[in-house]
């Protein structure tokens, strides 16, 4: 059962119902606020269409005695619900934990808050760029030479969904099925992401530097132009560099620089040597060149570009849904799999109701 706005808790939905639970979306009058923002393929939200497949929806009127019965009735017969509303709301509408537990003591209660559920800002309203901003998160994305940035998608949200549908799998397989609660912050998930750089900071007490595209553990370990693009190339070991020097004919580089240690302080001058050199072809042909070698590289795509990637394709990241009013529907995949095959549900998102 899950109750739930945008995207963090419709998404876990999704999640669940990928991997094969039945899931009932309830809904106000209004539907799920995700449904009003646009594009529209007809009169559905492709925002809403994203995060939503493989659920039944229900409309229910908590204002009204008939709205709050069937909700009970919903609950009384849920293994699971989940809700991202904010503090104090479920409670109004008469789901609050406590109450819920004198009619289904063994519900699994999970929860998506912004902050945490109690706590100095239990109460606070976010979204994601604020939990970007409050976890750190911006203050190490972009370079020097510019403001600091923010991711392009809301990751908090896909972070604390998945962490929520980790810790209710985990309380769906524990032994005698106890009633749970799992609390998932959404500040919390990005500080958790961010364990490497927050180590940094731990060991220097300070703030580690904005190094744009570049890693502040291993280099060269960064995006280089190419003559139609850009590469992705992550240099992670000595024997990495080794081979790269050896391939490019650089050797004096390998010389100079045989370990990280020598790497992460000439950085600068390593990549002077090494832009020109990849500037000068294609980024197919680096592509071809090093993977062979065993070089960790990537092309810098576009999403149009990654939807007919092969491996992209092979792994049915991208699949088409049949939706009864908005028509066949390209949505991502789940990168689950479970004996080799997708966990995609092929149900479709919803209508409302």
């Known amino acids: 059962m899950e109750v739930g706005n945008l995207i963090a808790v419709p998404y876990a939905g999704m999640m669940l119902a990928d991997l094969g639970a039945a899931v009932t979306k309830i809904e106000p009058p209004s539907g799920d606020l995700g449904r009003q923002f646009g594009p529209w393929l007809g009169d559905e ?14 409309i229910i009127d908590f204002r009204s005695d008939t709205g709050r019965r069937r909700a009970r009735g919903l609950v009384e017969s849920a293994d699971v619900l989940i809700h991202n509303l904010r503090a104090g709301a479920m409670e109004r509408l008469g789901l609050g ?5 004198e009619y289904n003591p063994t519900i699994i209660y999970g929860v998506a808050s912004a902050f945490g559920s109690d ?4 109460a606070r309203a976010g979204i994601d760029i604020v939990f970007q901003a409050e976890s750190g998160m911006i203050s190490i994305t972009g370079s020097e030479a510019s403001p600091p940035a923010k ?3 809301t990751i908090g949200d896909y972070v604390a969904a998945t962490n929520l549908v980790a810790g209710v799998c985990a309380a769906l397989a524990e032994p005698g099925r106890p009633g749970r609660r799992v609390d998932v912050a959404l500040r919390d998930s990005l500080m958790a992401v961010q364990g490497g750089w927050n180590a940094i900071a731990f060991h220097h007490d300070t703030q580690p530097p904005r190094i744009g595209t570049a890693s502040i553990f291993t280099a060269p370990n960064q995006l280089f132009a190419t003559s139609d693009g850009h590469i992705a190339l992550a240099i ?5 560099f080794s081979r790269l020097c050896d391939t490019l004919e650089l050797g004096d580089l390998q010389v100079r620089f045989p370990t990280n240690e020598d790497r992460m302080t000439a950085v600068e001058e390593i990549v002077a040597v090494l832009a020109p050199v990849f500037a000068g072809e294609p980024s197919e042909h680096w592509i071809d060149v090093l993977v ?9 795509l576009t999403l149009p570009e990654t939807w007919d990637d092969p491996q992209v394709v092979h792994n049915e990241m991208v699949v088409e849904i049949d939706h009864p009013t908005a028509g066949r529907v390209r949505v991502i995949g789940s990168p689950i799999r479970f ?4 966990t995609t549900s092929k149900l479709p998102p919803p209508t409302l109701g």
């Open 45 to 58: 939200s492709v925002f809403f269409l994203s995060v939503n497949r493989g659920k039944g929806s229900e």
């Open 119 to 122: 706590g100095p800002y239990a």
């Open 97 to 101: 934990e406590d109450e819920v537990r």
């Open 292 to 300: 062979d070698i065993g070089i960790p590289i990537g092309r810098v």
């Open 339 to 342: 004996d080799g095959r997708s």
């Open 236 to 240: 992670i070991s000595d024997d990495h």
């Open 151 to 153: 991711t392009a998608t």
